[in-house]
């Protein structure tokens, strides 16, 4: 079911499947993708989790304020889960949806109970990107794109900082493939890396594996 809340000043549209009595689940999309990135993987986990997509600020159904900094954007989440009533989440993030939700466990280490990191980008400033150029898409902001470009470009020194405050299981998937080098698990304590055979999509590249691996890991955790 689509549902939309008004929180942290912006309106955000989110997905919610499964049963509410479930383990509360959240899912991040990546840079210019929405809830529908998801498609299958949402139901597939639903069946364990009470789960819950939404559309990242800039993106999809939700507002477009035109400022888009990665901790307003954590900040976002926190505020959804406090008016979903979650008190404490299951929290798979890709790419940027990684980024925030790194955030979101290093800020709110107890809101956090799982970590699910997909090909996040690196800590450290990213080289060698190519300029972007708008190509009339419509389904996103495109001054989101070009903002959140700059932090990946330069990113908050506090941020790296941040990843060894992250308490919570965490599991970071990189794909074999992909153009991000894997630096951030590493910065987590305890955090478990899997190379996957895959590039930056590895939920869709090699979903059968993306899911297998996330099973066991929430599986760790106790089933419902």
């Known amino acids: 079911m689509i549902r939309e809340a008004h929180v942290n000043g912006i309106k955000l549209v989110y997905r919610e499947e499964g049963d509410p009595s479930s383990p509360p689940l959240m899912l991040l999309h990546g840079r210019t993708a929405d809830h529908n990135d998801w498609n299958g993987i949402t139901q597939h986990f639903a069946a364990r989790h009470h789960v819950f997509v939404p559309d990242l600020r800039g993106h999809g159904a939700s507002d477009r304020p035109g400022e888009y900094p990665l901790p307003a954007m954590a900040a976002d989440v926190v505020a ?19 980024m925030v939700a790194w955030l979101v466990a290093s800020t709110h280490p107890e809101r956090v109970e799982r970590l699910v990191l997909e090909d996040p980008p690196p800590s450290y400033p990213l080289k060698g990107r190519e300029p972007i150029v708008e190509d009339g898409s419509t389904g996103f902001d495109w001054r989101m794109v070009h903002q959140t470009e700059r932090q990946f470009l330069d990113p908050d020194p506090a941020w790296a900082e941040g990843l060894a405050g992250i308490t919570a ?28 055979e895959a590039g930056h999509l590895v939920h869709m590249d090699a979903r059968k594996e993306f899911l297998r691996v996330v099973d066991a890991f929430l599986g760790a955790a106790g089933s419902p």
């Open 80 to 98: 959804l889960l406090d008016h979903l009533g979650v008190e404490r989440v299951r929290l798979i993030g890709h790419s940027l949806g990684g």
């Open 169 to 196: 299981p965490t599991l970071v998937l990189s794909g074999t493939l992909s153009p991000f080098e894997p630096e951030v698990a590493a910065r987590i304590p305890g955090a478990e890396l899997v190379r996957i």
